[in-house]
């Protein structure tokens, strides 16, 4: 089936990202509304969106990476590794993210 993805609002975008956060996380918090952290980043296709810090992940769980939820402006969802040590390549990721989403056009 081919069919064209309709824009999605950023509060959907938020919404997406905190279901499947809440599923990886659900064994440590208990509220889906706690899973992310207020700050986001936006791209021309996505929003990257970050795990609450106050939340404690065991490390066998992670594989010892942090992850960032990613939601295209379509509604696609990712989970990708964070990089918010490091500005430059978060951006960049963010930017490939986008890039991606915009030549499937999800």
């Known amino acids: 089936m081919n069919r064209k993805l309709v824009p999605i609002s ?11 956060a809440f599923v990886d ?3 440590v918090v208990k509220d889906a509304s706690q ?5 986001y ?4 296709c996505c929003w ?5 810090d106050q939340i404690v992940v065991p490390l066998e769980t992670t594989l010892g990476m942090k992850w960032a939820y ?14 918010s040590g490091d500005e430059k390549k978060l951006l960049d990721y963010l930017n490939t993210m986008s890039d991606y989403f915009k030549k499937r056009d999800e």
């Open 35 to 39: 899973v992310l952290k207020k700050e």
């Open 41 to 44: 980043l936006e791209a021309e």
């Open 25 to 27: 996380l659900r064994d």
């Open 70 to 83: 990613v939601v295209s402006k379509k509604g696609t969802y990712s989970m990708v590794q964070d990089f």
């Open 48 to 52: 990257m969106f970050f795990r609450n």
């Open 10 to 20: 950023f509060s959907e975008a938020k919404s997406i990202a905190e279901q499947h």
